[in-house]
């Protein structure tokens, strides 16, 4: 079966840094997506994974493993605004998506 | 305004009652797809398209059915209701299978 795991959730300081962290496993991996779900919204894309290594976007990295079916979405210089819960989704090889069940990040002052 | 639509935004209805969530994007966008969120479960893709006329199962199905006669066009159909259906549901639409998805603002769904 398909299976995405992701903390259920997570504090952090505002300015800190903070490593969200999926693992999967699918039948088949065409590439994963993280997204921001802020309270009551619809989910907005972050960033996208589909070879192994490190993918930079101002504040926000998110690093894959597909030998080890991990992924991390780091957010540095943490802010309030960033409040939020993170979605991890898997495209597998047969055009569906697997979602985690997301992790609901709370900054502090 | 680059957007997808969905209508309506909230309903409550009664088992059994056949209703219809319109979904539909600007974007000219080839894959669009169907979820629903549900606490402790996260998004769980319920139907989805990869062009006109192709449709497929996602992981949940089960009780729904779609359509896809325009490119536009994405509508969600319960033809028969049920209170486990009560949900948060959401419309996605992305360029391509690898593209990111742009998701509409939900419809919130109560099934009495």
């Known amino acids: 079966g398909q299976n995405i795991d992701q903390p259920t959730e997570m504090t952090a300081t505002e300015g800190a840094i903070v490593q969200i962290n999926c693992t999967y496993q699918?039948?088949?991996?065409?590439?994963l997506f993280w997204y921001q779900q802020h309270a009551g919204e619809a989910p907005t894309f972050l960033s996208y994974n589909v070879l192994d290594g490190l993918e930079e976007k101002g504040r926000f990295s998110s690093f894959l493993s597909r030998s080890k079916g991990y992924s991390y979405l780091l957010l540095k210089e943490l802010q309030m605004k960033d409040s939020a819960s993170y979605l991890c989704a898997v495209h597998d090889n047969f055009n569906k998506f697997y979602f985690g069940s997301g992790t609901k990040l709370n900054v502090k002052p | 305004e680059a957007q997808v639509t969905q209508n309506p935004r909230y309903l409550i209805t009664v088992t059994g009652k056949k209703l219809t969530v319109t979904c539909s994007q600007n974007m000219n966008h080839e894959y669009m797809s169907w979820y629903r969120q549900d606490p402790g479960l996260g998004l769980r893709q319920i139907y989805y398209?990869?062009?006109?006329?192709?449709?497929d199962k996602g992981d949940v199905p089960e009780g729904y059915k779609v359509s896809r006669k325009e490119k536009r066009n994405f509508p969600l159909i319960l033809e028969s209701p049920s209170p486990n259906q009560t949900s948060l549901y959401f419309c996605?639409?992305?360029?391509?299978?690898?593209?990111?998805?742009?998701f509409g603002d939900g419809t919130r769904l109560s099934i009495l």
């Open positions: 996605a639409s992305s360029s391509g299978r690898n593209q990111p998805q742009h």
């Open positions: 699918t039948s088949g991996f065409n590439g």
């Open positions: 398209s990869m062009n006109v006329e192709v449709t």
